[in-house]
């Protein structure tokens, strides 16, 4: 069972570049994130679905645009990279729904961006 | 607005010694509360979590952690670490009738052979 599989792994990008990383789930899951991790910050919500067909802003939107492309994938992109984005992104699952929230989140190994 | 906060960045303790490691939430109603952990280059891997009924939960590798109402607390303890621990450790909140999950700045632990 793969569980939520994130690729790439790791990435570099130029300044002013664009990008999208991806991101499936197998587990049947109705609600699927995407946060950024840095040094002393914790996680931070990017974007998040609750179900297919659907997506809402999280703490720190701005730069990045998703796509719930279907119940198993959500992609994340950046559209004009900038050295702000450099940080490591999780994707995450949850089976949570509008009955059901007292589940947790199943997370990704990361991709690993730079932007220099 | 709700928030998690974890006051220790960095905690060291010598394999062997008993570990606390605390956590507080500010939110209007009890929350679903988790502690996760991540090892260097991984993802995160749930250790426990706390919906309801008895505040003292039990989570893998050892694990526990009691949620006290009055304190807004959710502190994880070990009794004795084994240098295998060594990792940063995430407690979050799943805020109820929502979809999101709010995490603190993580605690780094160190354990000293």
């Known amino acids: 069972n793969a569980g939520v599989t994130q690729t790439p792994k790791f990435q570099v990008l130029k300044t002013g570049q664009s990008m999208t990383l991806q991101c499936a789930q197998d587990m049947n899951h109705n609600s699927m994130y995407w946060y950024r991790q840095d040094p002393g910050m914790g996680l931070r919500l990017i974007y998040y679905?609750?179900?297919?067909?659907?997506?809402d802003k999280g703490e720190v939107p701005n730069g990045y645009n998703v796509s719930r492309l279907n119940k198993r994938e959500f992609s994340l992109r950046l559209e004009s990279a900038a050295p702000s984005q450099t940080s490591v992104y999780f994707c995450a699952s949850s089976p949570r729904s509008g009955g059901q929230s007292n589940t947790e989140a199943f997370f990704g190994q990361g991709t690993r961006l730079t932007v220099v | 607005a709700q928030s998690v906060t974890q006051p220790d960045i960095h905690i060291t303790v010598s394999e062997g010694a008993s570990l606390e490691l605390r956590c507080n939430y500010s939110?209007?109603?009890?929350?679903?509360l988790f502690w996760y952990v991540q090892s260097p280059g991984q993802g995160l891997q749930l250790l426990l979590k706390y919906f309801s009924g008895d505040t003292l939960v039990q989570g893998i590798k050892g694990f526990e952690a009691e949620f006290k109402r009055s304190q807004s607390s959710f502190n994880l303890r070990k009794p004795s670490v084994h240098w295998s621990d060594a990792a940063e450790y995430f407690c979050?909140?799943?805020?109820?009738?929502?979809?999101?999950?709010?995490f603190g700045t993580g605690t780094r632990l160190k354990v000293l052979a």
């Open positions: 939110y209007g109603a009890t929350p679903y």
């Open positions: 979050a909140v799943g805020a109820r009738g929502t979809y999101k999950y709010i």
């Open positions: 679905s609750a179900s297919e067909g659907t997506t």
